[in-house]
């Protein structure tokens, strides 16, 4: 794994390497809950190369697509058509994962030799079902996962740090995935984690996404420590 220190996920005005000081929100305001209500924020540990783009503010959301954009072509005259491909592509991707509740994006910009080594990372709130007196069990929501996705799933109760919660791995062709160039005949590996949100009947999914099937065991590793960082804070 690539050296990781904490970054946390406040909408800080642009994308990249977010500070220690820093936390992501989880609910829009704060102060509306009492002592004993959820967590408004979460911090975890993610490698060092991988880029943020924060989803809930359009204006912050732009800035990160263009400074991810300067970051792949810096040369603006010589790649002007792979930065306004590029440019539209993110765009495009990252409005798609904000309609869906969406919190924030990361996307790995490692090399190797020169070649990319692709991963993702989406944060998404599942908001609180009011018809709920509490929160689903997560055992519940295991065994929904497993009737929904049979054997193409591998699905557990996994306690974390942060408390327990649902681990899901599956292999899936997404839409945006196609949109990025993947090739229809090989699918990402999907490594989702369902956190329910204490205090609450709202719950935080981490889906990451390895596409290289070759380099998928090892990158559901690091999954596996980044999920494992997770921590809820005030």
Do not use: C
Not at 12 to 25: F, I, L, V, Y
Not at 54 to 60: A, D, F, G, Q, V
Not at 173 to 199: A, C, I, W, Y
């Amino acid at each position: 794994m690539a050296r990781a220190e904490e970054r946390v996920a406040f909408d800080n005005g642009g994308g990249g390497a977010a500070t220690p000081e820093q936390s992501a929100k989880i609910s829009p305001t704060e102060g509306e809950k009492g002592q004993d209500g959820p967590p408004k924020r979460y911090r975890m540990i993610t490698p060092t190369d991988w880029f943020r783009i924060p989803l809930r503010s359009e204006k912050k959301r732009t800035r990160a697509v263009q400074i991810l954009v300067d970051m792949a072509y810096p040369n603006r005259d010589e790649f002007a058509v792979k930065r306004h491909e590029l440019r539209e592509l993110l765009t495009e991707v990252t409005q798609n994962a904000s309609q869906r509740e969406a919190i924030e994006i990361y996307l790995a910009t490692e090399a190797v030799m020169g070649i990319p080594i692709p991963a993702s990372l989406m944060v998404t709130a599942e908001p609180e079902n009011p018809s709920l007196p509490r929160q689903m069990p997560v055992s519940l929501l295991a065994d929904g996962i497993r009737d929904r996705y049979g054997d193409a799933a591998s699905v557990s109760v996994v306690t974390l740090p942060a408390g327990e919660a649902v681990r899901s791995r599956r292999e899936e062709l997404s839409e945006d995935s196609v949109e990025l160039g993947q090739d229809k005949e090989r699918p990402n590996t999907l490594l989702e984690f369902f956190l329910p949100v204490p205090h609450s009947t709202a719950w935080l999914v981490l889906t990451f996404s390895a596409p290289l099937k070759e380099l998928a065991d090892a990158q559901v590793q690091m999954f596996d420590a980044i999920a494992a960082s997770f921590r809820w804070s005030e």
